[in-house]
């Protein structure tokens, strides 16, 4: 389909890094978000960290990514840390209890800054 994109960006903070995401994440550019997170999980990250703050709309096929991604971390104690999801994001999150499967944060400094605690 013409006119959705997705762009992802991986940024070192620290001794962390995070995925920086923009756009929409619906069963045209999940394929491309699960990518990304491959390329972190591949590089041994234990801890996921992404910026949701330019994500505009996710359906479930990005709830079912990111899934996938805490299933292969929760083995090796690792975590998915979300960042800034907007208002819709963050209430599905809400409604479906998958806020308590992931670590929510207002901002990616908070979100480093408890990655290293870990």
């Known amino acids: 389909m013409e ?3 997705l762009d992802s960006e991986l940024r ?3 001794d962390a890094e995070v ?3 923009k756009g929409e994440i619906d069963v045209y550019t999940a394929p491309q978000f699960k990518e990304a997170i491959d390329g972190v999980l591949s590089r041994g990250q234990k801890r996921l960290i992404i910026n ?5 709309y996710m359906d479930s ?4 990514a990111l899934l996938s991604a805490t299933k292969r971390l929760r083995p090796v104690g690792g975590t998915v840390s979300l960042v800034q999801c907007n208002n819709a994001i963050d209430r599905i999150l809400k409604t479906t209890r998958l806020d308590s499967v992931f ?3 207002d901002s990616v400094d908070d979100a480093v800054a408890a990655a290293k605690k870990a």
């Open 3 to 5: 006119g959705i994109r």
């Open 12 to 14: 070192k903070i620290d």
């Open 19 to 21: 995925l920086e995401i």
């Open 52 to 56: 949701m703050a330019g994500v505009t």
């Open 61 to 64: 096929s990005g709830f079912g």
């Open 103 to 105: 670590h929510m944060f």
